[in-house]
Every structure is written in structure tokens, then in C-alpha cells.
């Protein structure tokens, strides 16, 4: 089993429907997937249509309140499975601001999982921000994945959450963190700009990055209001095409 974070500090750079869309290929894929919504928005929780019940969610785990097995609810995927985030998941950010074990709580919550050998993968949605639920997300995963949306600010971002990552493992931690890979969002293959940033990535991460790229579609973002995924909404599409061609290039990677 591995637990991936998918991650970006920088919001609307893909993250969630990442999370979603690669986590349905997955499971089409035969894998068996839990997603674990960490970011107060819960928009993986409303994409997915499942219900954002605090009781049920992430936040009395992280409060060690309750056990990661009773809070996973299924959905209507069958190999794919949710721990469903919610709006007052931000007060962690306060209450756990000061506690020595913020790092590691998350990964303690979640030992529970690796014992029994049940998923193949536990992607984790993360939220926009360098606060408690993303750091305690990144400490706690075995590997994480970058979404990075085709635009020049993108790569600032990525120098950015790559100094993360060092920091987390310098800080004994999770000294095996690995970065897992870096996908590049809403391709638009007309302008330039898009194939610049992918060039000028290549460049320090040709083993990282994705050769699989998600195109910019109305098609993607248009799924999640309806709370669908891409292959319900749009299954023969090129966002469709994309996402599947990612997940088995990501399932590939090992
Ligand atoms: N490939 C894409 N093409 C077009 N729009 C997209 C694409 N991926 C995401 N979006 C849209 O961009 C916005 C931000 O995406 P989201 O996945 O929520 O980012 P994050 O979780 O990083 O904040 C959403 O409105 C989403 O529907
Ligand atoms: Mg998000």
C-alpha cells in the first residue's frame, strides 16, 4: 500500500480533481483506492457526491477522537472509498497549531491501514496552504505527487513545495519521503506558454514529470457541479483519455 499526498501550496492548480479523476482510474484499473479529504473545502467529499458529515470525517481522527476504519465510507465506485473532509476540519489549523505531534498524528491515525494491507492506494487531497492539514499530509505520506497547472507561476510554486519536502525529511519525520511525480495541469497545447512551462520542467525533472499531460477542458471542470467524475461526465472525451492514460502511467511507476 502507498499513501500519496497530492499536493501544491498554490489553490485551482488541479489538486482535487487530480485526487478524484485519478483515484476513479484506479479503481476502473482494478486497484483498490481510498481518498482521505483533508482540505476544509471538501470539494473531493462534494465531487464525489458523498456527504460531509463531520462525525464521519477526517477531523475526529486527526483529534484522535475516533479510528481511521469507522470514519471510510464507500461510494458508489466499487473499489474506491472516502474519508470525507469538512468546513470545520480548519479548526485543526488552531487547535493542533502548537502541538508537538501535529507531524505525526496523521500517520499515526493511519498505521491501522498499512497493517491490513487492504488498499493499494490512499491519495490524500490537501488543501491550498503551508498550515497544519498540508504539512501533517506531506509528513505522513509515503510519496508526493504535484499537480502543476501549465503557467510561470506554477514553477515558483514548485521550487517551493520541493523545499517542503526537504525540510520534512531533514526533520527526521519521514525521512523516506519521496517525491512520486510532477503532473502538469490544464495543458493548453495552442498557446506557448503551455509548452514553455513543460519544456522549462523537463528541464529539472525529466524523471519526474509526467509524460501524460491533462488537458485544459470545460469538459473537467464542468464534472464536479454535477458531482460527477470525468468518465461519467464526459467518458469518451479527452479529459477522460487523459486521466486514465495518467493513472496507468502513475500505476506503472510503481
Ligand atoms: N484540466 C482542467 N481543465 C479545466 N479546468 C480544470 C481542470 N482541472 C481543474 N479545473 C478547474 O480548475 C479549478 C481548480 O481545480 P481544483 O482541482 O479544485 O484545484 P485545487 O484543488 O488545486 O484547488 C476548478 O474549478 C476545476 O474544475
Ligand atoms: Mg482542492
Given at each position: 500500500m502507498k499513501m500519496i499526498a497530492v499536493a501544491n501550496q498554490k489553490g485551482g492548480v488541479g489538486k482535487t480533481t487530480t485526487t478524484i479523476?485519478?483515484?476513479?482510474a484506479l479503481a476502473q484499473l482494478g486497484k483498490k483506492v481510498l481518498i482521505i479529504d483533508l482540505d476544509p473545502q471538501a470539494n473531493a467529499t462534494s465531487g464525489l457526491g458523498a456527504e460531509a458529515d463531520i462525525d464521519k470525517s477526517i477531523y475526529p481522527v486527526l483529534m484522535g477522537q475516533e479510528t481511521i476504519e469507522n470514519s471510510i465510507q464507500s461510494t458508489r465506485f466499487e473499489s474506491l472509498d472516502i474519508v470525507v473532509g469538512h468546513m470545520d476540519l480548519s479548526g485543526v489549523e488552531v487547535?493542533?497549531?502548537?502541538?508537538?505531534?501535529?507531524?505525526?498524528?496523521?500517520?499515526?491515525?493511519?498505521a491501522p491501514l498499512?497493517?491490513?494491507?487492504?488498499?493499494?492506494?490512499?491519495?490524500?487531497?490537501?488543501?491550498?496552504s503551508l498550515g497544519v492539514l498540508m504539512t501533517a499530509s506531506i509528513a505522513s505520506a509515503d510519496e508526493i505527487l504535484i499537480p502543476l497547472q501549465c503557467e510561470w507561476f506554477g514553477l515558483e510554486g514548485l521550487a517551493k513545495i520541493t523545499h517542503i519536502i526537504r525540510q520534512i525529511r531533514e526533520s527526521g519525520h519521514n525521512d523516506e519521503l519521496a517525491l512520486n511525480g510532477i503532473v502538469m495541469t490544464m495543458y493548453?497545447?495552442?498557446?506557448?506558454?503551455?509548452k514553455q512551462v513543460v519544456r522549462e520542467v523537463e528541464t529539472y525533472f525529466a524523471d519526474e514529470i509526467y509524460k501524460t499531460k491533462i488537458p485544459r477542458s470545460i469538459r473537467i471542470s464542468e464534472a464536479p457541479s454535477h458531482g460527477l467524475t470525468i468518465f461519467e461526465h464526459d467518458p469518451r472525451g479527452q479529459?477522460?483519455?487523459?486521466?486514465?492514460?495518467?493513472?496507468?502511467?502513475?500505476?506503472?511507476?510503481?
Open positions: 479523476n485519478l483515484g476513479t487547535e493542533l497549531a502548537n502541538s508537538n505531534s501535529r507531524l505525526t498524528l496523521l500517520r499515526t491515525a493511519l498499512k497493517k491490513k494491507e487492504g488498499y493499494d492506494y490512499v491519495l490524500f487531497d490537501t488543501p491550498p493548453d497545447s495552442r498557446t506557448n506558454l503551455s479529459g477522460s483519455r487523459a486521466y486514465l492514460e495518467f493513472a496507468k502511467e502513475f500505476a506503472a511507476r510503481g
